[in-house]
């Protein structure tokens, strides 16, 4: 497909356990974004790629999240030990990563920690 | 403290008016700003944008308006239609290359 593809869409794990959400972008942008959504708020900045370097990895809550991009394509959010205050939508987002360009996003995954 | 915010979480205007979301934001450094459309289930759409060094960006029936000694911009919607009712995301960006989003905006339009 031509868009921006999250799985799961959604996942339900318990506290403590280490969860894994995939991101796949549109083809050749090389700028990908990682946002989390929480109930009646905006997205909230995680973590920001520049090809396969993190560029910008300021809004990562502690260091159980960690993000990477190896080939500079599809990227893989990582949440150890996680809590229940983790629950919330996780968006994937990329731009072509010219100056300005709009963000793209895919549909999220549903993270619930029960 | 919320570098972009949208001040009303709902509002709800007749078929064929007019819509005006609102958004203000505190960060001078921000020269870029977007605004985005959300149907639940899926993920933010882009709409219309507008450079700090302009005022007006129009794109048929979406107009952003920009007042950078007010730090407030708008979005104007008209006429409104059914199929405008979604969340309305006002972003902004500076030179850091990321997007800071306020809290959202439901747009209700009644047939």
């Known amino acids: 497909g031509a868009g921006v593809s999250q799985t799961p869409s959604n996942k339900v794990t318990e506290k403590g356990k280490y969860v894994e959400l995939r991101c796949d972008p549109i083809?050749?942008?090389?700028?990908l974004y990682w946002y989390r959504q929480s109930l009646g708020q905006g997205p909230e900045f995680l973590i920001y790629?520049?090809?396969?370097?993190?560029?910008?990895d300021s809004g990562l809550p502690n260091d159980r999240f960690f993000a990477v991009r190896p080939e500079g394509s599809v990227s893989t959010l990582k949440i150890q030990r996680t809590e229940r205050g983790d629950s919330a939508v996780y968006l994937c987002?990329?731009?072509?990563?010219?100056?300005?360009?709009?963000?793209?996003f895919g549909n999220g995954t549903r993270l619930t920690v029960t | 403290d919320q570098q972009v915010k949208q001040n009303s979480p709902s509002l709800s205007v007749q078929e064929g008016r007019i819509s005006i979301l609102n958004c203000d934001y505190t960060?001078?450094?921000?020269?870029?700003f977007l605004w985005y459309k959300k149907y639940p289930a899926e993920g933010p759409t882009f709409l219309i944008s507008?450079?700090?060094?302009?005022d007006k960006n129009e794109d048929g029936r979406f107009t952003v308006f920009l007042n950078k000694s007010a730090k407030h911009l708008s979005l104007h919607i008209v006429p409104s239609q059914p199929g405008d009712s979604a969340v309305y995301f006002c972003?902004?960006?500076?030179?850091?290359?990321?997007?800071?989003f306020g809290d959202g905006t439901t747009l209700t339009v009644k047939p």
């Open positions: 987002a990329c731009s072509t990563g010219q100056t300005n360009s709009p963000l793209h």
């Open positions: 083809s050749g942008h090389t700028a």
């Open positions: 790629f520049q090809g396969t370097g993190a560029a910008d």
């Open positions: 960060n001078s450094m921000f020269d870029y």
């Open positions: 507008i450079s700090s060094i302009k």
């Open positions: 972003a902004a960006t500076g030179d850091a290359g990321k997007s800071t």
